[in-house]
């Protein structure tokens, strides 16, 4: 049984594409065929991210429309075996996408024998962002530590239990909260949400904690999702989160402060 | 969420917990928003009852205070008008 998983957040730039992408990546790593879709038309990023971006032939409105097949469209991940990636368009606005062009996608994606569907959605909550979450079965709301971002998650929580398919056949979509740029140091000095406050304030469970690093950065000038670079505490977290999701049960990391450990600087964005 | 200890928690009352009240407040308030079973009649609603008050006294609009309250079993729906001083 194939499932179709949405990384959404509502606000931007909290993760979802990283997230995304390591994930996916992840899941294919452990041999599940996973394919990971971008939703956001107009503006893609999933290729840079994943470092595909030269390999991008046809996308994800080009299958929808009829002007390609879904296997022209997948580009086949070359360090990892299992993973595709669909692109999204970078022409097309954002109305390019519709429930039924959407949904045979998937379905075809699904009948290829896929295991998991992880559609990275757009920041926001218009068409691309609710075409991703529509057919999910499950969802993982990426949120930073910092109060736009976690009002924002609930608001697109509220949405995926009032408005996904799941939810108007009465059903409901399981939920993973999955905080990153976490730094413990700060939420020890008291100027960061601790995990415990926003997994008290969303009440999802939590699937899991990805600390602040360097690695990230990293890993998108280079285009490999982070989860490759094994090294890092952010690889190894996500590498965390894929296990938890396949019903491992891992302790989490990173999570506790350090005397002197680096990311001093890195703490002054936004 | 017993997973977590929270031994942490007490000794900050810094701006971390000042985001998580305000959050709490707001989310809270947000829902309740939500589940308000229908507070778009509100203007029209207003708008009529304006209306009839004004065949018999002159009010302004700003005299007439149209609300819902949401109580834990039901919702109170609040009429405010001012009558002016000296008609009649």
Do not use: W
Request: glycine share 8%; proline share 3%; aromatic share 6%.
């Amino acid at each position: 049984m194939s499932k179709v998983i949405v990384v959404t957040s509502g606000k931007g730039g909290v993760g979802k594409t990283t997230s995304s992408a390591a994930f996916a990546a992840g899941l294919a790593a452990k041999g599940h065929k996973t394919a990971v879709i971008d939703f956001d038309v107009g503006l893609r990023n999933l290729d840079l991210i994943m470092g595909v971006e030269r390999r991008v032939v046809y996308d994800f409105v080009n299958v929808i429309n009829g002007e390609a097949t879904l296997k022209q469209a997948l580009i086949k991940d070359k360090r990892v075996d299992n993973l595709y990636i669909l692109p999204a368009s970078q022409t097309r606005d954002k109305d390019a996408l519709n429930k039924e062009g959407v949904e045979s996608v998937i379905n075809e994606l699904k009948d290829d024998g896929f295991d998991y569907i992880v559609c990275d959605s757009p920041a926001g909550i218009e068409r691309g962002a609710f075409m991703a979450l529509y057919f999910a079965d499950e969802a993982i709301i990426v949120t930073n530590p910092e109060v736009s971002s976690v009002r924002d998650s609930d608001r697109i929580l509220g949405i995926l239990q009032s408005r996904s398919k799941k939810a108007e056949e009465g059903g409901t979509i399981k939920e993973h909260l999955l905080i990153t740029r976490y730094s413990p140091n700060r939420v020890e000095g008291g100027d960061m949400l601790s995990m415990d406050d926003i997994v008290e304030i969303l009440s999802i469970p939590l699937i899991g904690v990805i600390p602040e690093s360097g690695a990230v950065l990293q890993a998108s000038n280079s285009g490999n999702p982070v989860i490759l670079d094994t090294e890092s505490t952010a690889g190894q977290a996500y590498s965390d989160v894929v296990d938890r999701f396949l019903g491992e049960e891992v302790a989490l990391r990173f999570i506790e402060a350090e005397v002197e450990k680096k990311g001093f600087f890195k703490k002054l964005f936004g | 969420m017993g997973l977590f200890s929270f031994f942490k928690t007490e000794k900050k009352k810094d701006t971390a917990s000042l985001a998580k009240e305000r959050l709490q407040i707001l989310i809270a308030h947000e829902h309740s928003d939500k589940n308000k079973k229908s507070p778009d009649y509100l203007p029209k609603l207003q708008e009529e009852i304006l209306e009839v008050i004004r065949k018999y006294v002159h009010v302004d609009e700003k005299d007439v205070n149209v609300n819902v309250e949401k109580g834990d079993d039901f919702d109170v729906l609040e009429l405010n008008i001012t009558l002016p001083d000296e008609e009649k």
